[in-house]
């Protein structure tokens, strides 16, 4: 592939359903903090050129420090983070140089991403405007409202949604745009690409591509390191 991948990684956010006064990015899975099992695997895609974290302005100095410790090679500039993780993504889409390119959105949280994955992924970035992974619910989902339930969804078409999640740099960042502008809000990015008429491609994810967000998960993700460890 000819064009510049550049990574956004999302990491500014207070982790309020984890508990405890670690941001969750930082909390450590093995003796490693959680963003940084990110950036190695990104930073291992050779597709990837730069990846760009954010964080909040309190967490610049450890953050970099921790990057600086781990060699995380492919990053060279840090967004500050926003309120939202919307506003902290479209901060990181701002610094990046290559407005020609493909940008690529991971969640700082998600720890356990195989680069082999991501390169699947950004291979799949040829007749439509946007690619998730993701994977098949394995759960009955229903509808509830007010503690009664409206529908049982048909489970047969239902993807639980993972990132990393891949678009042309130019088509995000209109996407950003319109919805500042709108005020509208949503916590994945390949909503905002839809909402404007993107063609969304799903591909197969992992199931170990889990994203941390309260303790159990952690406890998980664990027993996930050991077995590949196992497995090795």
């Known amino acids: 592939m000819s064009e510049k991948v550049t990574g956004v990684v999302p990491a500014a956010g207070l982790g309020s359903r984890f508990g405890g006064s670690t941001d969750k990015q930082f909390i450590s899975l093995r003796g490693k903090p959680l963003f940084i099992w990110a950036l190695q695997a990104l930073d291992a895609v050779p597709e990837i050129s730069e990846?760009?974290?954010?964080?909040?302005?309190?967490?610049?100095?450890?953050?970099?420090?921790?990057?600086?410790?781990?060699?995380?090679?492919?990053?060279?500039?840090?967004?500050?983070?926003?309120?939202?993780?919307?506003?902290?993504?479209?901060?990181?889409?701002?610094?990046?140089?290559?407005?020609?390119?493909?940008?690529?959105?991971?969640?700082?949280?998600?720890?356990?991403?195989?680069?082999?994955?991501?390169?699947?992924?950004?291979?799949?970035?040829?007749?439509?405007?946007?690619?998730?992974?993701?994977?098949?619910?394995?759960?009955?989902?229903?509808?509830?409202?007010d503690g009664k339930v409206r529908h049982t969804l048909r489970r047969d078409m239902l993807w639980a949604v993972q990132t990393p999640q891949i678009f042309r740099y130019e088509t995000l960042f209109a996407a950003y745009e319109k919805a500042a502008k709108e005020s509208f809000c949503s916590t994945d990015d390949s909503a905002l690409v839809e909402r404007y008429g993107g063609r969304i491609k799903m591909v197969m994810g992992s199931y170990l591509n889990i994203k941390i967000t309260t303790p159990e998960d952690l406890k998980i993700a664990e027993l996930f390191v050991e077995t590949r460890m196992e497995e090795a």
């Open 51 to 145: 990846i760009i974290p954010v964080f909040k302005d309190g967490d610049m100095e450890f953050g970099i420090n921790l990057i600086e410790e781990y060699g995380i090679s492919k990053v060279r500039r840090i967004a500050p983070g926003g309120k939202e993780r919307q506003d902290s993504v479209f901060h990181g889409l701002k610094l990046v140089d290559a407005k020609k390119g493909i940008v690529l959105v991971h969640d700082g949280v998600r720890p356990l991403l195989e680069p082999a994955l991501v390169s699947g992924a950004i291979a799949q970035l040829t007749d439509c405007d946007g690619v998730v992974v993701g994977v098949p619910v394995k759960d009955t989902i229903k509808e509830v409202k």
